[in-house]
């Protein structure tokens, strides 16, 4: 039976699939590993064997170089525990390596330190003369951040801090910080792979500090605050209905606040998830009033592939 990829495996995967060039900085600056000047990566299939099988299908395939002549392939693998097999890793390089024609780098991220050592440690292929090492990369070797401005800089890199080295109050103010400050339009997803990537007392405590600033975040801390958020509407509608002196203030008030908080936080999924919303579709969530119907925006919005599917 395989094992169903966690949370974190899969928000791994898409911090390399956002941006291809975050492995060769890993490798050449974390790791020392000497690979070919190119500002050319790109994402590969990640089935690169010619036979049926299910078993060399690594997590993520890069190549560095033009297409028709790459200069280095990189294998990613996320790892957990240490179930992997040496050997399977081998395979990868050695497939990639008769496929492309070119050196193979093989990097094993790993949350755990102990799993990272086990992984780094050279191993006979099988095959005489073939003597294999992957790259493990484990919580020593992520950089401690806590300068916001560098964390700023390399969004990736502080995700992945917070989850290595999330459990130290510097490292989550640091990142938290760097979010707020940065132009980055993207600042939403990143809190939300550092969650989903964070063990539970980190993600504790990514909630605590957020609670102390005014930076809007989509998380299932956000969802629980945009219930909360209903509440404050309530609140400032039946203020707005008692300075009016009317009843039907009131329940516009009400209904308002909730409208308001309900195309919020819509907006706030969408941006969280890396959606451009036009102005047209700003306009058509910000103006309803329809509760119900904001209410199956928003569960829309966290599973919505395009923007079409948000509204039909």
Known sequence: MSIMPSPRHDTLIKLFNDRPSLVVEILRDL?????????????EKTTFNTRPSDDIEADLVMTLGPPQNPAHGVIVEIQQDKSKDHQQLARYAASLWLMLK???TVLVICPEQGVADHYARPIDSGLTGYRFQARALGPDGIPVLTDPRQAAAQLELAAMSVMMHGRSRKVVETFTTALADTDNDHAPKYYEYAYS???PEIRRLMEEIMTSTDWPVYSPFAREHYGR??????????AQGRAEGKAEGKAEGRIEGKAEEGAKSILLVLTARGFH??????????????LAQLETWLTRAATARTLDDLFT
């Open 277 to 290: 919303v036009p102005e047209d579709a700003r306009v058509r969530i910000t103006s309803c009033t329809d």
């Open 229 to 238: 958020g209903l509440e404050e509407g309530q609140i400032k509608g039946k």
């Open 102 to 104: 070119c050196d193979v």
């Open 31 to 43: 790791m020392d590993v000497n690979l070919p000047d190119t500002p050319l990566v790109r994402i």
């Open 197 to 199: 990537m964070a063990a």
